[in-house]
């Protein structure tokens, strides 16, 4: 049971133009949501989170916006630039508990 | 920022044998420790948690007796895959936390890549 989902396994954007990520959850009790970058052989890294509290929150050229009642959140990089390219994924945790649940990853592979 | 140190990167080991994985917290106390797994082309798959001084809480499927984890200090945390087969070749990942919510904040080490001939 994929309680995070992301469908587009892979995304490709040219230089310079905005890349969106879109991640669906189906647990109603995740209030807490997490955007991670990993390299292939390296450990994720952080990006942006947002709570349940909010509707988008911004972390220079990083947006991560969400749709509690579409359950739904997206993360935006604009502009975006080669070194973006990537596995991302995004998390989901309920604010008083510990554990992270993360989607299936989206490769973004960011063109010149 | 917070760093957390594993190792080793990469492991080959014989089938039968086993194999220990190290999750340090260099900079921080690390309350609550976390240890995945990852298939290729898969998702990060939790497999336990462990708070320091404790026993680690496996998820459902998740052997217990072969994924052993110690969490002795606040700094160091330990996975030991026993009896090692090929099918548990993957790459497995830890990340510590200061606090027990996510909003302390998770850092990930770089993984060790397992692989079991």
């Known amino acids: 049971d994929q309680q995070v989902k992301q469908n587009s396994p892979s995304l490709s954007v040219q230089e310079g133009r905005i890349s969106i990520l879109n991640c669906d959850y189906t647990n109603s009790m995740f209030d807490y949501f997490l955007w991670y970058k990993k390299y292939p052989a390296e450990g994720p890294t952080f990006l942006i989170s947002?709570?349940?509290?909010?509707d988008k929150n911004e972390d220079g050229r990083f947006t991560v916006f969400l749709n509690k009642s579409a359950k739904h959140l997206s993360l935006h990089i604009v502009p975006s630039q080669p070194g973006d390219s990537a596995v991302y994924f995004c998390a989901a945790s309920e604010l008083t508990a510990s554990k992270l649940t993360f989607g299936t990853g989206t490769r973004l592979q960011v063109t010149l | 920022g917070a760093v957390v140190s594993q190792h080793p990167s990469r492991v080959i080991c014989k089938s039968g044998t086993s194999v220990k994985i190290e999750c340090r917290s260099l900079d921080f106390q690390a309350t609550t420790m976390f240890w995945y797994r990852q298939f290729p082309k898969k998702s990060l798959m939790l497999m336990a948690t462990?708070?320091?001084?404790?026993?680690?809480?496996?998820e459902q499927g998740v052997e217990k007796d072969k994924f052993l984890i110690n969490h002795a200090s606040l700094t160091l945390s330990t996975l030991t895959v026993t009896s090692a087969h090929p099918e548990d070749s993957s790459f497995y990942i830890c990340?510590?936390?200061?606090?027990?919510?996510?909003?302390?904040?998770?850092?990930f080490g770089s993984g060790t890549r397992l692989t079991v001939v």
């Open positions: 462990s708070n320091e001084g404790s026993k680690a809480t496996y």
């Open positions: 990340s510590a936390s200061p606090g027990s919510e996510p909003s302390y904040g998770y850092t």
């Open positions: 947002i709570s349940s509290i909010k």
